[in-house]
């Protein structure tokens, strides 16, 4: 079964990005975002091979429901095939802060991001 992308929401934009699913977070990722984003992750996360971007660039406010989201995305995608933009001083310094940081590395830019070592390219 393929992952379909939902239609856009509030607080998040999907879509496909040269093999990946791309969750662009935006705007207050708090309580009430978090509870509109976890159906929209797990099922992007749903399949054992996919490979999950999560964009920070368009959030304004990101707090430990935020980190919480980013944890569930990463425990659901143990084996390496997600991986984090941000660039944003006070959210990079909450991963550091939190150690989330070591576990799943930020990228300056998705393009960057898609460039690591592991992130096949592929047909969307």
């Known amino acids: 079964m393929r992952y379909e992308p939902p239609p856009l929401t509030r ?13 662009e977070f935006r705007g207050e990722i708090d309580i009430a975002a978090a509870s509109e984003i976890v159906p929209h992750l797990d099922l992007a996360t749903a399949e054992a091979d996919t490979r999950v971007v999560i964009d920070l660039t368009h959030v304004e406010f990101f707090d430990a429901s935020g980190l919480r989201l980013l944890q569930r995305a990463r425990n659901r ?17 909450m991963l550091r802060i939190t150690g989330l940081s070591r576990l799943l590395p930020p990228s300056p830019d998705l393009d960057t991001a ?4 592991g992130s096949r390219s592929g047909p969307d």
Do not use: F, I, N
């Open 11 to 23: 607080y998040l934009r999907v879509r496909r990005e040269r093999g990946h699913t791309v969750l």
């Open 114 to 117: 898609l460039a690591r070592p």
């Open 77 to 93: 995608l143990a084996d390496g095939r997600l991986l984090l933009v941000c660039a944003h001083p006070l959210t990079l310094r």
